[in-house]
């Protein structure tokens, strides 16, 4: 089975320093991982992905993330936070060998603080 | 593209009325998916589909049906609706392994 892990349901940080959101995952086999955010009363978009190569994945707005297969984390990062970041975001993960949709984590709420 | 497109936005419906949820994409996706959101909860996949004519449950599909006729379309249909039911329900697309495209939402209450 495959599951994700959001441990933080809130995160605030002030404007212009650097943020992380934590996510670990758990697959049987490799995974694939992905990065949402999702605004108010959006929908939920895209922004970045782990597929294979690089273990440091840059995505859009900035942001980046970094898999760690010894701690099976995927942590997401961005050097320096903006206002604008404030939203909800979701950690995704499948396995790699299976067929299965992604599995959410239950988000974690980004507050940037002027 | 128009990408993902969900209709209606918004709707109320009272106990025991039934309603169809439309999605459809443009993007010639094979992967289609059903999420509800619940505050504080995340999403919680209902109904997914890997192509016309095929369908599986996900986590919570009681209480739903899907039907995936073209690869465009991907409605989903509640028979008897219920205040559990009450929730923010979103649609999503994909290419196998690669990213989610989602709609941007239908907000149902069920009073």
């Known amino acids: 089975a495959q599951s994700v892990a959001q441990p933080e349901d809130q995160v605030n940080v002030a404007e212009g320093n650097p943020l992380t959101v934590k996510c670990t995952y758990s697959v049987s086999g490799n995974p694939y991982l992905f990065w949402y955010v999702q605004y108010p009363n959006r929908g939920l978009q895209f922004l970045l992905k782990?597929?294979?190569?690089?273990?440091l994945v840059k995505g859009s707005y900035g942001f980046e993330a970094e898999f760690n297969k010894s701690q099976t984390s995927f942590h997401l990062k961005k050097p320096s936070a903006l206002v604008s970041d404030s939203a909800l975001y979701f950690c995704a993960v499948r396995d790699k060998g299976g067929n299965t949709p992604l599995v959410f984590g239950k988000g974690t709420r980004l507050s940037v603080i002027a | 593209n128009a990408g993902v497109t969900q209709t209606p936005k918004f709707r109320i419906l009272k106990i025991g009325q039934s309603m169809t949820l439309q999605c459809t994409q443009d993007?010639?996706?094979?992967?289609m998916y059903w999420y509800r959101q619940d505050p504080g909860m995340g999403l919680k996949l209902i109904y997914y589909?890997?192509?016309?004519?095929?369908?599986d449950k996900g986590e919570v599909p009681n209480g739903y049906n899907v039907s995936r006729s073209t690869t465009e379309d991907f409605p989903l249909r509640l028979e008897l609706a219920a205040p559990s039911q009450t929730s923010v329900y979103f649609c999503a697309s994909s290419r196998l392994n690669n990213e989610q495209f989602f709609g941007p939402g239908t907000r149902l209450t069920v009073l």
């Open positions: 993007m010639n996706h094979n992967y």
């Open positions: 589909s890997v192509g016309a004519g095929i369908t």
């Open positions: 782990y597929i294979t190569g690089d273990n």
